[in-house]
T-cell receptor, first 116, second 116 residues
Framework: AQSVTQLDSHVSVSEGTPVLLRCNYS??????LFWYVQHPNKGLQLLLK??????LVKGINGFEAEFKKSETSFHLTKPSAHMSDAAEYFC??????????????FGAGTRLAVHP | EAGVTQFPSHSVIEKGQTVTLRCDPI?????LYWYRRVMGKEIKFLLHFVKESKQDESGMPNNRFLAERTGGTYSTLKVQPAELEDSGVYFC??????????????FGQGTRLTVV
């Protein structure tokens, strides 16, 4: 069975400093992994998707994530936080062997606060 | 192009009443998904439509929940009778690709349901 664990429920950074949101996964096969973001009163937006191509995945708004099979991790990073990055972030695994968007499994979410 | 739209954005009802949530997917998207986030828990899959057919309803919690997608356009999710534990945020998503492989799923902003 697949599962995903987000290691921090809240992360607080200063504007201009790096962001690291941690995610570990469990999967019986090579998974497809996603990061979604939800800004207040908005829908969930896809940041990036890993599907067994390059292990370093670049997403929108300067975010990227690195798939590390040996560590079963898929941490989300950004070199320099912006105030507009304040939101809730979800690490997600697809249980579909083909990596589709059906029946996604979400982590508990990490709330990112960015301070001036 | 309009995104996925959900109505209402908020609903407060009394235990035992009936509530109907509506989701308008992006035009032309055959795949429609319902998810929900109960307070303090992860976002969980409820069901998946392909056009008007239920492809997978394994996440529906019990028979108080009824989802329909007549004509393969908008979908409704009815809760009857509502219980306190049904409180949470209900998300709808849609995607054009039947397999879900090649395109992302676009999420609505969610309906916040509070049962008192």
């Amino acid at each position: 069975a697949q599962s995903v664990t987000q290691l921090d429920s809240h992360v607080s950074v200063s504007e201009g400093t790096p962001v690291l949101l941690r995610c570990n996964y469990s999967s019986s096969y090579s998974p497809s992994l996603f990061w979604y973001v939800q800004h207040p009163n908005k829908g969930l937006q896809l940041l990036l998707k890993y599907t067994s191509a390059a292990t370093l995945v670049k997403g929108i708004n300067g975010f990227e994530a690195e798939f590390k099979k040996s560590e079963t991790s898929f941490h989300l990073t950004k070199p320099s936080a912006h105030m507009s990055d304040a939101a809730e972030y979800f690490c997600v695994v697809s249980p579909s062997f083909s990596g589709g968007y059906n029946k996604l499994i979400f982590g508990a979410g990490t709330r990112l606060a960015v301070h001036p | 192009e309009a995104g996925v739209t959900q109505f209402p954005s908020h609903s407060v009802i009394e235990k035992g009443q009936t509530v109907t949530l509506r989701c308008d997917p992006i035009s032309g998207h055959d795949n429609l998904y319902w998810y929900r986030r109960v307070m303090g828990k992860e976002i969980k899959f409820l069901l998946h439509f392909v056009k008007e057919s239920k492809q997978d309803e394994s996440g529906m919690p019990n028979n108080r929940f009824l989802a329909e997608r007549t004509g393969g356009t908008y979908s409704t999710l009815k809760v009857q009778p509502a219980e306190l534990e049904d409180s949470g945020v209900y998300f709808c998503a849609s995607s054009p690709d039947r397999t879900g492989l090649y395109t992302e799923a676009f999420f609505g902003q969610g309906t916040r349901l509070t049962v008192v």
